[in-house]
């Protein structure tokens, strides 16, 4: 099973095609709409977000390569299970 939100690249055709194609072995689910607490790499976004929009930067240039560098190399470390439990603790 795989689970998607509903950016356009998960509603593809390619990506209809290629899942249509797979249907024995893999099926896909998109979380609930307006749900982004169910999807951990919201909570990555706004890491990033937090760790990198405090600061000023010279040039758009200059901030496109700070945003592409951190999340090429960061490692998050987030508890799936914690993550989507956590409101019900």
């Known amino acids: ?3 998607a939100d509903r950016a ?8 209809k095609e290629y899942l249509q194609s797979n249907m024995e072995t893999i099926k896909l689910e998109y979380f609930p709409v307006g ?16 760790n990198m929009l405090s600061g ?14 951190y999340y ?9 299970k914690r993550y989507l439990l956590r409101s019900t603790d």
């Open 1 to 3: 099973m795989v689970v």
């Open 8 to 15: 356009t690249q998960h509603r593809s055709k390619m990506v």
């Open 35 to 50: 749900s982004p607490e169910f999807n951990a790499v919201e909570e990555c976004w706004r890491q990033g977000k937090y």
């Open 56 to 69: 000023c930067y010279s040039s758009l240039s200059d901030l496109k390569k700070i945003i592409s560098n």
């Open 72 to 80: 090429r190399t960061r490692r998050f470390n987030i508890d799936i």
